[in-house]
């Protein structure tokens, strides 16, 4: 009998303890989320950002920034460093005349998140096929807002 109450009692701190909202969120989660994010620098500055408890992230926006080319919605990684996010994500992009492979896209980013509100830099690289950058890498800012219900 003790041993299934103490069971009992473990499964209900578990439960407890995974709730949203329960607690303080660490700083390494307080990442996670849906957020809207400003991109100044950015063909298109509007951007949707999910960061995955798991370390994942999605990115998208509309690729209205450029009238020759189409974009993929980014995916990636990220991680917490120094009291800051830090990651990468990767889209591809094609002609959308063609429908050919114009180049990979690799976005890394340095992030400070406090509360419902982010802000930070990235680093815009572009590669070809065989991953010859293609020109310098593109600096922008970031800040965002996490959508709350």
Not at 4 to 23: D, E, I, K, N, R
Not at 109 to 120: E, R
Request: proline share 5%; charged share 20%.
């Amino acid at each position: 009998m003790r041993i299934t109450l103490t069971a009992a009692c473990v499964a209900v701190l578990c439960l407890a303890a995974c709730q949203p909202g329960s607690g303080r969120q660490s700083e390494s989660n307080s990442i996670v989320g849906t957020w809207l994010v400003r991109t100044p620098q950015a063909p298109f500055p509007y951007h949707m950002f999910v960061f995955h408890s798991d370390g994942t992230i999605q990115q998208s926006n509309p690729d209205a920034g450029n009238a020759n080319t189409s974009d993929s919605s980014g995916m990636g990684v990220w991680m917490p460093e120094a009291g800051r996010i830090k990651g990468k994500f990767v889209e591809v992009t094609a002609d959308r005349t063609t429908r050919r492979f114009v180049s990979r896209g690799e976005i890394s980013f340095l992030i400070k998140v406090n509360g419902d509100a982010l802000s930070g830099t990235a680093s815009a690289a572009f590669y070809d096929r065989e991953g010859r950058r293609l020109r310098e890498p593109l600096a922008v800012t970031l800040d965002g807002q996490r959508i709350v219900p």
